[in-house]
């Protein structure tokens, strides 16, 4: 998809393309070793229609390139290659199985005088290897969470099973990656926590007791409110990464629906004649329904250790979710989720309202919200918590940030400098005209602000971070 936006300039029209995907393919160097046998390499390849020859071409310069630069550096092999055009992202996610991912420069098309073919100027700077280079990774990380590794499938049945899994899978994938909306976030790839009291937390832990208690089945369980996380008894990055399917896919599929008024009406429940709001997102839509299938989409955890199979059923009442993992050896009956409906669905209509209530509560008291002069991104690398008040939604298809890209740009690359050092650093640019951007990285934490003060100085930047930091993120930083 093209994204186009129309500038005026000097009285003609200049057209601004964003970044777009140019080819995506997975491919194997030990598979077609010989002459002649380089197409068995390739496992995955988009777009389909792409030459036999030009794909293989392709592939082969890859190829090269990784060989050519593990000859400098043998343990860290190529991650990107820039050309004028496109750059090109590598990523060996497991042995010998390399994902490329080819995206095309955002460029701006000048039109001519006198009937003149248009000049194109590609932005190379544009695209930050950080940013794409994680997306690349989220491809495979998605990928893993509902097929497995490429290894397991391989020994499951082979090159044969591997490439129909990945057709099935990137096939659709793909054309829910948007490149134009990617940014510092996907870098961090972290989970928004909501803000509890403790009483609230824990009748939200007595809740996943109880339920873990009577449902002997269930393996884990994960609890969200408004599309942000409570409690979750995952491994971490099993929970990050199930955590982006849920926000950016499944919810916002569900959430149109709920929107046109068209949500589940308040229903007897027969056992406890409790009324409430519960169904599931995953599953039967229906239980009333005697054609209702009982197929629950299965995912993949633990994949580097123990690797486990799961059933996922995603349950839900007014605005909170519950995630339930079960056993994929155990098969789900009709029965079990008529159990799980009537146990469930009553605790968490109460428990949704609680927390809603209890919320607002504590906005009452925390006082009006007014329009702060600065936006932020805070993330935490040890337990993943991510905030932004510059994002105001952020799903697999848009991104709406309330700043103008090339202060995001700016993000991104601070956000790159300090990848390059352990120690705690502090960085602050002055922008495009009233704009002041700060960085500050202290004990595996980071902070973006963006400052809007036209004439400010650098050391009332500096004070005003510091109140921002002693208000909002107390006993956090400790950077003078």
């Given at each position: 998809?093209?994204?186009?936006?129309?500038?005026?300039?000097?009285?003609?029209?200049?057209?601004?393309?964003?970044?777009?995907?140019?080819?995506?393919?997975?491919?194997?160097?030990?598979?077609?070793?010989?002459?002649?046998?380089?197409?068995?390499?390739?496992?995955?390849?988009?777009?389909?229609?792409?030459?036999?020859?030009?794909?293989?071409?392709?592939?082969?310069?890859?190829?090269?390139?990784?060989?050519?630069?593990?000859?400098?550096?043998?343990?860290?092999?190529?991650?990107?290659?820039?050309?004028?055009?496109?750059?090109?992202?590598?990523?060996?996610?497991?042995?010998?199985?390399?994902?490329?991912?080819?995206?095309?420069?955002?460029?701006?098309?000048?039109?001519?005088?006198?009937?003149?073919?248009?000049?194109?100027?590609?932005?190379?700077?544009?695209?930050?290897?950080?940013?794409?280079?994680?997306?690349?990774?989220?491809?495979?990380?998605?990928?893993?969470?509902?097929?497995?590794?490429?290894?397991?499938?391989?020994?499951?049945?082979?090159?044969?099973?591997?490439?129909?899994?990945?057709e099935k899978f990137f096939y659709r994938y793909l054309q829910t990656l948007h490149l134009h909306s990617c940014d510092l976030l996907d870098v961090f790839a972290g989970i928004s926590f909501f803000p509890l009291d403790k009483m609230t937390y824990l009748k939200i832990q007595s809740f996943v007791n109880?339920?873990?208690?009577?449902?002997?089945?269930?393996?884990?369980?994960?609890?969200?409110?408004?599309?942000?996380?409570?409690?979750?008894?995952?491994?971490?990055?099993?929970?990050?990464?199930?955590?982006?399917?849920?926000?950016?896919?499944?919810?916002?599929?569900?959430?149109?629906?709920?929107?046109?008024?068209?949500?589940?009406?308040?229903?007897?429940?027969?056992?406890?004649?409790?009324?409430?709001?519960?169904?599931?997102?995953?599953?039967?839509?229906?239980?009333?329904?005697?054609?209702?299938?009982?197929?629950?989409?299965?995912?993949?955890?633990?994949?580097?250790?123990?690797?486990?199979?799961?059933?996922?059923?995603?349950?839900?009442?007014?605005?909170?979710?519950?995630?339930?993992?079960?056993?994929?050896?155990?098969?789900?009956?009709?029965?079990?989720?008529?159990?799980?409906?009537?146990?469930?669905?009553?605790?968490?209509?109460?428990?949704?309202?609680?927390?809603?209530?209890?919320?607002?509560?504590?906005?009452?008291?925390?006082?009006?919200?007014?329009?702060?002069?600065?936006?932020?991104?805070?993330?935490?690398?040890?337990?993943?918590?991510?905030?932004?008040?510059?994002?105001?939604?952020?799903?697999?298809?848009?991104?709406?940030?309330?700043?103008?890209?090339?202060?995001?740009?700016?993000?991104?690359?601070?956000?790159?400098?300090?990848?390059?050092?352990?120690?705690?650093?502090?960085?602050?640019?002055?922008?495009?005209?009233?704009?002041?951007?700060?960085?500050?990285?202290?004990?595996?934490?980071?902070?973006?602000?963006?400052?809007?003060?036209?004439?400010?100085?650098?050391?009332?930047?500096?004070?005003?971070?510091?109140?921002?930091?002693?208000?909002?993120?107390?006993?956090?930083?400790?950077?003078?």
């Amino acid at each position: 998809m093209l994204m186009i936006s129309p500038r005026m300039a000097a009285g003609m029209q200049e057209k601004q393309y964003t970044p777009s995907l140019l080819n995506f393919f997975i491919y194997n160097p030990k598979f077609g070793p010989r002459e002649g046998e380089e197409e068995k390499k390739i496992l995955f390849y988009h777009p389909s229609e792409v030459e036999k020859n030009e794909k293989i071409r392709n592939v082969g310069l890859c190829e090269a390139i990784v060989q050519f630069t593990r000859t400098f550096c043998p343990s860290k092999p190529a991650k990107s290659l820039h050309t004028q055009k496109n750059r090109q992202f590598f990523f060996e996610p497991e042995d010998n199985f390399w994902i490329v991912m080819v995206v095309r420069n955002p460029m701006v098309e000048k039109p001519n005088k006198e009937g003149k073919p248009p000049t194109i100027e590609y932005q190379e700077e544009e695209i930050l290897d950080t940013v794409y280079g994680a997306v690349l990774q989220q491809c495979y990380s998605m990928y893993k969470l509902f097929n497995g590794t490429f290894g397991r499938a391989m020994e499951a049945g082979g090159v044969e099973l591997l490439t129909q899994k990945l057709e099935k899978f990137f096939y659709r994938y793909l054309q829910t990656l948007h490149l134009h909306s990617c940014d510092l976030l996907d870098v961090f790839a972290g989970i928004s926590f909501f803000p509890l009291d403790k009483m609230t937390y824990l009748k939200i832990q007595s809740f996943v007791n109880r339920v873990e208690e009577s449902l002997r089945l269930i393996k884990y369980t994960a609890f969200l409110y408004n599309d942000q996380l409570i409690w979750s008894g995952l491994e971490q990055e099993d929970m990050r990464i199930l955590y982006k399917y849920l926000t950016t896919s499944l919810f916002p599929r569900h959430s149109e629906p709920e929107l046109a008024g068209r949500d589940s009406p308040l229903r007897p429940e027969v056992a406890g004649n409790l009324l409430h709001y519960g169904r599931f997102l995953t599953g039967p839509s229906n239980l009333k329904d005697p054609e209702a299938k009982f197929r629950f989409p299965r995912i993949f955890v633990n994949t580097g250790d123990s690797y486990e199979e799961l059933h996922l059923i995603v349950y839900k009442a007014m605005s909170a979710a519950v995630c339930f993992m079960i056993s994929a050896s155990v098969e789900l009956s009709r029965e079990f989720c008529e159990q799980l409906d009537s146990l469930v669905g009553p605790q968490l209509t109460l428990l949704a309202s609680d927390i809603c209530e209890q919320y607002n509560i504590n906005r009452r008291i925390s006082g009006p919200e007014k329009e702060p002069q600065f936006k932020f991104i805070y993330f935490n690398h040890m337990n993943l918590a991510e905030k932004s008040t510059i994002h105001m939604r952020k799903t697999a298809s848009v991104s709406l940030t309330s700043v103008h890209p090339d202060l995001m740009k700016i993000l991104g690359d601070i956000n790159c400098d300090f990848a390059r050092v352990d120690e705690d650093e502090e960085i602050i640019v002055k922008a495009m005209t009233d704009y002041w951007v700060v960085g500050k990285k202290s004990d595996q934490r980071e902070l973006y602000v963006i400052l809007n003060q036209k004439n400010a100085n650098l050391i009332e930047v500096n004070e005003e971070v510091k109140r921002l930091c002693a208000t909002q993120f107390n006993n956090i930083f400790f950077l003078d």
